[in-house]
């Protein structure tokens, strides 16, 4: 790979090394070692200022990067080649005796030296930070045993051959360490996030393996991760979080804390405010993480995120995340902003959002990155979907995103948004990838509708009107029958007339004229969403058992029995209906052939068609519930026409 290595930057050219070949029948072709490079970038992402490559003639890899009040940079990472470039002086001027080896450097601000950059052996930096003195900290995963612990730090004992976390406060000239300690305890620990308070407190989050679940493993010689009484304790089964803060000199522990559920969790960033508060986010697998009484989520996500007081003795809030948050940042006023990245489509964007629908999660599989601003109390202030992938956030709300015509994107959380349509999507699962004729629709952005919110309006024949006050939709010039209609979101149902059509517009008309710019969106055949109770696109099925009664986990459908599916955008009708028509019997059925998945096995579907008493465009399934090996909760699918598939994520229960 080339970079744009800038004139006068410390390393000009690519140390290209082989690690490994790749077969390819009589031929061998040579994989390239990875190579580390750093770049300054200008505030507005349009420029850069410096590039320099980072390595060896074998791989290497920067995995954490900071700048101190001067300008200077500070990287670690992962340093696999014995002549990584270091500095007369420095702490270690060669590498350890395993391949396992960091390296911790400070390049000058017009990145054209190296202040000092010396090796880490038998660890690995994962996160690192600087202090007002120019002392760098650096966190990671120690393994083996050649990690330079120091004498009177809080632990220099490793216990077994698993990983420990770590702590390293390296003085500012780079010649030493002004302490370096483990943490952990019998099994593997891991040090991922670091952050520093105005005292020298070095606060540490990750996970940690060493909890009384695998105690039986190790008998007698159990180590616990350490902690300190009275600290948040709840250690989960598998892997738990923790977040432990080191005194100044590393010698001991401020608190230590460790909490988790019943599966793998893991820390994956912190952010301190000014008064000791640790905001953290990672991932979890477990459905009984510990949330706290009114959690922004409490139906389980991939992600979580929460703050730790700052005596370490109890969570100020915990949420589960609709996936796993990847960078946090707070303000001075306790709002911490984050960013992830989720495969499903229930993040509950907030009306101001950059991107309200999901384009990506529930229909592919592929994760979609978010960003979220919470409030100092965990509610949701902002939430948005992003199209690009975000590299880094601010504690002033402000995103960097990859860019398409500069090199990073900057947009602000708190920033007034412009009135205007944001996207289209399937009302059943929030996708937006395109419309079908019939679709029953969400249309969001701020300020389209009206203040007050109101339902539908059925005329005399008790059919949907296209008009709710003075608020209209117009999709391809056509009014659309509404369902609903308020400042953020209307839901309407697009006509069955753009059938054929591969695009179209949406404009939104108050009293009698369109204000708003009119936005394009793409025309399929369908684009089906399977409709869940809690109206999420995600979860339980919003479905009918045999005998009427709403399926659920206390309700589950018998195998053989019929359940009843209600979903939308499965393409057009024969008969054509009338748009907003409310059918009093079964009239019109899709023409698309469709295919109900029971998961693994396909249903017998016994009745497709128009749910009478519901606007035309909710198509009611009637289907049989096979056979199965397994019981609970099953997986619902739907393929319309051999190409267009449902929100992922749905299920009906099973006895």
């Known amino acids: 790979m080339n970079i744009p290595v800038t004139p006068g930057a410390f390393q000009q050219s690519f140390q290209a090394g082989t690690c490994g070949y790749i077969d390819a029948g009589r031929q061998q072709f040579p994989i390239p070692c990875a190579h580390g490079f750093i770049a300054k970038i200008d505030p507005t992402g349009a420029k850069i200022i410096w590039a320099t490559y980072l390595g060896g003639t074998l791989s290497d890899a920067p995995t954490a990067i900071c700048?101190?009040?001067?300008?200077?940079?500070?990287?670690?990472?992962?340093a696999g080649s014995p002549d990584f470039p270091v500095t007369p002086g420095a702490w270690f001027t060669s590498?350890?005796?395993?391949?396992?080896?960091?390296?911790?450097?400070?390049?000058?601000?017009?990145?054209s030296r190296l202040v000092y950059s010396t090796y880490l052996p038998g660890a690995q930096g994962a996160a690192i930070a600087v202090d007002t003195s120019g002392n760098a900290f650096v966190a990671g995963q120690a393994l083996g045993t050649t990690f330079p612990a120091t004498a009177g730090a809080f632990q220099t004992q490793r216990y077994i051959a698993n990983t420990d976390a770590f702590v390293v406060k390296l003085d500012a000239s780079g010649s030493g360490p002004i302490y370096a300690t483990l943490l952990g305890g019998t099994f593997g620990d891991s040090a991922n996030a670091l952050a520093?308070?105005?005292?020298?407190?070095a606060f540490v989050a990750g996970y940690t393996a060493s909890i009384p679940a695998w105690q039986s493993l190790a008998g007698s010689s159990f180590v616990p991760f350490p902690t300190t009484s009275g600290a948040f304790y709840q250690p989960g089964g598998q892997a738990s979080d923790f977040?432990?803060?080191l005194n100044p000199s590393g010698s001991s522990l401020i608190y230590s804390s460790v909490f988790g559920g019943s599966g793998d969790d893991s820390i994956g960033a912190l952010a301190l405010d000014g008064s000791g508060i640790a905001y953290f986010t990672g991932y979890t697998f477990s459905y009984d993480w510990p949330l706290t009484p009114g959690a922004l989520r409490s139906n389980y996500g991939h992600g979580m995120a929460g703050a730790l007081s700052a005596d370490g003795t109890h969570l100020l809030y915990s949420t589960f995340l609709t996936g796993p948050g990847a960078t946090i940042a707070v303000d001075a006023s306790g709002r911490a902003i984050l960013v992830g990245s989720t495969n499903t489509p229930d993040l509950a964007a907030t009306p101001t959002a950059v991107t309200f629908c999901a384009s990506r999660p529930g229909l592919t599989g592929v994760e979609q990155p978010f960003v979220m601003a919470l409030s100092p109390a965990g509610t949701a202030l902002y939430a948005s979907y992003l199209e690009a992938t975000p590299v880094t956030v601010t504690s002033a709300g402000t995103i960097y995103t990859e860019s398409q015509t500069a090199i990073f994107d900057l947009a602000n959380v708190f920033a007034q948004a412009a009135p205007g349509v944001r996207c289209v999507a399937n009302s059943a699962n929030y996708a937006s990838t395109a419309i079908a004729p019939g679709e029953i629709v969400s249309v969001f952005g701020p300020g389209i509708g009206p203040a007050q919110s109101a339902g539908a309006v059925l005329d005399a024949a008790?059919?949907?009107?296209?008009?709710?006050?003075?608020?209209?939709?117009?999709?391809?010039?056509?009014a659309a029958p509404l369902l609903y209609v308020s400042a953020n979101q209307i839901n309407a149902v697009a006509p069955f007339e753009i059938v054929g059509q591969t695009t179209t517009t949406v404009q939104i008309e108050t009293g009698g004229s369109v204000t708003l710019p009119s936005f394009s969106v793409a025309v399929a055949q369908a684009a089906p969403g399977i409709f869940t109770a809690d109206g999420s696109g995600f979860g339980q099925a919003a479905a009918l058992n045999q005998d009427g009664i709403l399926n659920s986990a206390s309700n589950p459908a018998a195998q053989g029995s019929i359940v009843t599916l209600f979903a939308t955008?499965?393409?057009?009708?024969?008969?054509?209906?009338?748009?907003?028509l409310v059918p009093k019997a079964p009239t019109a059925q899709p023409t698309l052939p469709l295919v109900l998945n029971i998961d693994p096995l396909n249903a017998v579907v016994q009745y497709a068609g128009d749910a009478p008493g519901l606007v035309e465009g909710a198509v009611q399934i009637n289907a049989a519930v096979p056979q199965l090996y397994a019981t609970g909760a099953i997986i619902v699918t739907l393929a319309v026409g051999g190409e267009f598939s449902s929100n992922t994520g749905v299920f009906i229960f099973v006895k």
């Open 95 to 111: 590498p350890g005796s395993q391949v396992f080896n960091g390296f911790i450097t400070q390049i000058s601000a017009d990145g």
């Open 462 to 478: 008790g059919n949907v009107t296209s008009q709710i006050g003075g608020t209209r939709v117009l999709i391809g010039g056509m």
């Open 243 to 245: 977040i432990s803060a």
């Open 67 to 78: 700048a101190d009040a001067n300008g200077d940079v500070f990287v670690t990472g992962q």
């Open 569 to 580: 955008g499965l393409g057009p009708m024969k008969p054509q209906p009338a748009d907003g």
């Open 196 to 201: 520093i308070d105005a005292r020298g407190d």
